[in-house]
């Protein structure tokens, strides 16, 4: 079922960020929120994350799905984890993420396709719904009872628009 539930909820929040509604760290921590019952309305989690996205504010430095994943983990965790855990938690995150992206920083991530809008579009998609796939597998590690509660009912099916735009954003990218 995690694995399932990895994927419903990393889809959804890429769907979120193809559809322009959200940007990276709002829709991980917005779909994280729901998907896994993080226990704040849907506006708070996204005004919580809102401040991230673009490097921390078009600013470049961290990646925005790093600094959501890092965010959501942290949510979850600091609820009934000691705070060594969930730092830890977070240097976990980092790490996998800049070794399989080759850096955490916005601005080197997005320097290869910044000239090609779509292109850029399309690697921060696919950063959105790494980083959620990162963040929610490292909370179910550690908190498996959160599976069990997964209610969000846009979570038990599968998104044709999130696939019709991930195929868009394949074929423009």
């Not at 959501?72 to 965790?77: D, G, I, N, Q, R």
């Not at 991530?109 to 719904?129: E, I, N, W």
Request: with cysteine; glycine share 10%.
């Amino acid at each position: 079922m995690s694995d399932v539930l990895i994927h419903a909820l990393a889809e959804r929040a890429e769907a979120l960020f193809l559809s322009r509604e959200m940007y990276c760290a709002e829709s991980i921590m917005t779909v994280l929120n729901d998907g896994l019952g993080g226990g704040l309305d849907r506006e708070q989690a996204r005004g919580l994350a809102m401040g991230f996205g673009e490097g921390l504010g078009k600013a470049g430095c961290i990646c925005g799905a790093l600094a959501g994943a890092v965010m959501a983990t942290s949510w979850f965790l600091s609820r009934s984890l000691p705070p060594t855990t969930v730092r830890e938690a977070s240097k976990i995150l980092h790490d996998k993420f800049k070794a399989d992206h080759g850096s955490s920083c916005c601005r080197v991530l997005t320097k290869p396709v910044k000239a090609v809008p779509a292109k850029h579009f399309a690697k921060c998609s696919g950063l959105t719904r790494y980083g959620t796939e990162l963040a929610a597998r490292l909370i179910l590690e550690r908190l498996p009872e959160l599976a069990g509660g997964a209610h969000h009912p846009r979570l038990r099916r599968r998104s044709r628009l999130a696939s019709l735009l991930r195929r868009l954003a394949d074929k423009l990218g």
